[in-house]
C-alpha cells in the first residue's frame, strides 16, 4: 500500500445471496462502517446481476459511501446473446466496477484471454473499472512459472489500451490455489507477483503502472489482511467469502486500525 493509491477491498459474493439478503448484508455493512472509515478505504461489493438493482436503490436511496459491480459481462455491446449482460446495462444500474477474466469464469466458462480482454474493452467503453483478475493454478506454482503465467494473463488483457484506460483498471492477483481453501498467499509471495505485475505494466504503459491498483485475493479474512496491505505494491483486496459476513468485511475495512495488531 502507498499513500498515492487509495485502498480497495471489493467482496466477490460469487453466486450467493438473493436481493433481499443482499439489501440486509449492505444495510449492515453501513451501519458497521463509519464514514471516516468508507472514506479512508474504497468499499466496494459484488453481488450477483439479479441483487444489483437492489443495491443500488439501497445505496443510492440512503447516500452510503459503498460502491457496487458486478462479477462479469457480455463481451459484446448488445444482441441476441442469450443470458448475457451488457456493459451498458451495468452502466445504467450505477455499477462501477465489474470482475473480468475470475479463475471460476476462466476454469468453469472456458473464458481465455481473447475473451478476457474484450470484456475489458466493453467495461471501459461503458465508463466501468474492470477487476481484472489474474493468477495461477497450483501446478503452475510448483514448476515455479507463476510470475511468468501471471504477466502474461495481464498483458493479454490490457494491450492496445490507451494509458488513460489502464488507470481506470484495477488488477487482482489471485492465485488459484488460494482461492476458497484456507490457504492464503504469504503477504512475502503476493508482493513478489503484484511487484512484477506493476513493473510489467511499467514496461509497456510507462509511468502510469505507479497509478494502477492491484489487490490481492484468496482466503484474506480480517486475521491477514493487515499483513497483505503492509506490502508496498499491494493496494486492497478481493475477498469471496469473508465478504459474505457483513460484520467479517467490516473488520476488514477497518485493517489500517488493526495493522501491526
Ligand atoms: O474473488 C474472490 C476470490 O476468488 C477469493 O475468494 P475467497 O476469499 O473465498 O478465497
Redesign the pocket.
Known amino acids: 500500500m502507498t499513500e498515492t493509491r487509495k485502498p480497495l477491498i471489493a467482496g466477490?459474493w460469487?453466486m450467493n445471496l438473493n436481493h433481499l439478503e443482499a439489501i440486509a448484508l449492505v444495510q449492515k455493512l453501513a451501519f458497521s462502517l463509519t464514514r471516516e472509515q468508507l472514506e479512508a478505504v474504497e468499499t466496494v461489493v459484488l453481488p450477483p446481476f439479479v441483487d444489483i438493482r437492489s443495491v443500488q436503490t439501497l445505496v443510492d436511496g440512503d447516500k452510503l459511501v459503498i460502491g457496487f459491480g458486478a462479477q462479469d459481462l457480455s463481451a459484446h455491446p448488445s444482441g441476441a446473446y442469450t443470458g448475457e449482460i451488457a456493459g451498458s446495462m451495468l452502466a445504467k444500474l450505477g455499477c462501477s466496477y465489474v470482475?473480468v477474466g475470475?479463475?471460476?469464469r476462466r476454469q468453469y466458462h472456458e473464458e481465455g484471454d481473447e475473451l478476457v480482454a474484450a470484456k475489458v474493452r466493453q467495461a471501459l467503453n461503458n465508463g466501468i473499472s474492470p477487476i481484472l483478475?489474474v493468477g495461477e493454478a497450483l501446478d503452475v506454482r510448483e514448476a515455479g512459472d507463476h510470475i511468468a503465467h501471471s504477466v502474461s494473463q495481464l498483458i493479454a488483457a490490457v494491450d492496445g489500451l490507451t494509458e488513460e484506460e489502464l488507470a481506470k483498471v484495477v488488477v487482482?492477483y489471485?492465485p488459484v490455489w488460494?482461492?476458497?481453501?484456507g490457504r492464503t498467499a504469504s503477504a512475502e509471495d503476493a508482493q513478489e507477483v503484484i511487484g512484477a505485475l506493476r513493473q510489467a505494466l511499467g514496461e509497456k504503459f510507462g509511468a502510469v503502472a505507479e497509478r494502477v491498483r492491484i489487490l490481492y485475493?484468496?482466503?484474506?479474512k480480517s486475521s491477514n489482511v493487515a499483513q497483505i496491505m503492509a506490502k508496498p505494491d499491494i493496494d486492497g483486496a478481493?475477498?469471496?467469502?469473508?465478504?459474505l459476513d457483513a460484520e467479517e468485511f467490516a473488520k476488514i475495512v477497518r485493517f489500517p486500525e488493526h495493522a501491526g495488531a
Open positions: 466477490n460469487k470482475a475470475h479463475s471460476e483478475c487482482a489471485e488460494a482461492i476458497g481453501t485475493g484468496g482466503s484474506v478481493l475477498v469471496g467469502g469473508a465478504s
